[in-house]
């Protein structure tokens, strides 16, 4: 007996089609290692299509005032609280993440972003109008930039979608979304769900591989190419966008450095640490990977974060005692299984440090010490449920391994030593420090990084004044 596979499908222009050649890819629930759905293959013609709706749609929703935008993402949120059953089944098809987390952890904060953004459409804030030049009036008016080309990640295929279509939408653009190739399902519901909302255009969902994302971005008709996803892409889409000068917005890997001083409360810290560090598989490009220590508690320190991670539980989606679920594919299963092969001699494996059963894509939470600052994988992003440690003797020494790398997305120092704290969150050179936490996120601050995590904020008012351009009105007062 076989089971029929679902049939997803592109949403362009207000309805939902097949690619236009017919082509499709398999969709594997990574929970199971099995194919549960098609995908469209998208190509050229349908990248078109969805580009030539999305420009078509723009001027009307470009003219349309900030409270009627405000009123369809309210809508939007709202219809993604009615609908959460179903987002959440779809997300966990796509990614094998538990259900019961999936419902606390991101429905919420979604439809918060959403309503954020909503609130942010009517609060446009700029220079006031004034004469900085006899007899002539200067203002500055803020627009949307036009057609956005977005690409979704798999690690958080919902909310990285939230991220990307609802500062662009309240800000006045059409949008062309693409999510990963391997997580398709909850974006196509998006659309359904939208779709009902929006005029036709004004949304659109293609989806595809990595050449269909290469066309989008290469595609005349976007002004700007957003994405999230890994450096190699991110390097990919700036010099695809510099051909005519996009405006570019990447949120790409990070190497998170965890501080951690010898007045820490050792149990406390490594209790909240190891749930950043294994929440979502440690899929995140903000996950508490990469622990510093203060040589005074290392020792310590390493047999407690060891038992911790001895005592997190991965496994199926429908257990509630587990924190985190497979890995994406089997591609990103071969890459973390490739880093803890690769050990160094002087590493030494804490905990873990090998696949969980024969059936999807899980791996054991892991934790490594005896690391160099320039072993692999201290300095390269494993995006896997791996936690490595090493040990610090001083302040000096602590940010030099920390800012040590070429990643500066987030980061957090762990310390009763508030004079410490600042000192140390003015000197980490990371989009965010959080000072005795790691990973919470809020709508109202920004989220993005420095050197090779990218450039552009999502989330905040600065994610949301990311999609807007400036032009200076000059009138004659004669």
Known sequence: ?????????????????????????????????????????????????????????????????????????????????????????????NTGKPIALTASEEIPPMVDQIRFFAGAARLLEGRSAGEYMEGMTSIVRREPV?????????????????WKFAPALAAGNTVVLKPSDTTPAS??????????????????????????????????IPAMASITGSVRAGMQVAESAAKDVKRVHLELGGKAPVLVFEDTDIDKAVEDISVAGFFNAGQDCTAATRVLVHESIHDDFVTALAKAAAETKTGQPDDEDVLYGPLNNANQLKQVTGF??????????????????????????????????????????????????QSFTDEAQALEFANGVEYALASSVWTKDHARAMRMSKALDFGCVWINTHIPLVAEMPHGGYKKSGYGKDLSAYGFEDYTRIKHVMTSLG
């Open 187 to 220: 974006t196509v519901l998006m659309a359904e769900i939208i779709g009902q909302i929006v005029p036709k255009g004004v949304f659109n969902v293609v989806c595809g591989d990595r050449e269909t994302g290469k066309a989008m971005v290469e595609h005349p």
């Open 146 to 162: 036009g057609v956005c080309a977005q690409v979704a990640p798999w690690n958080y295929p919902m909310m990285m979608a939230v």
């Open 1 to 93: 007996m076989t089971t029929e596979l679902r049939r997803l499908r592109n949403y362009i222009n207000g309805e939902f089609r097949d690619a236009a050649d017919g082509r499709t890819i398999d969709v594997v629930n990574p929970a199971t290692g099995e194919v549960y759905a098609t995908s469209p293959l998208s190509g050229p013609a349908d990248v078109d299509a969805a580009m030539e709706a999305a420009a078509a749609a723009f001027p009307a929703w470009r003219d349309s005032t900030p409270a009627e935008r405000q009123r369809v993402l309210l809508k939007i949120a709202d219809a993604f609280e009615e609908r959460a059953e179903d987002l959440i089944a779809a997300e966990v098809q």
């Open 340 to 389: 803890i092969e690769r050990l160094p001699a002087h590493a030494k494996v804490q905990a873990g440090g090998h696949r969980v059963g024969d059936k999807g894509y899980f791996y054991a939470p892991t934790v490594v010490s005896g690391l160099n600052q320039d072993d692999e994988i201290v300095q390269n992003e494993v995006f896997g449920p791996v936690i490595t440690v």
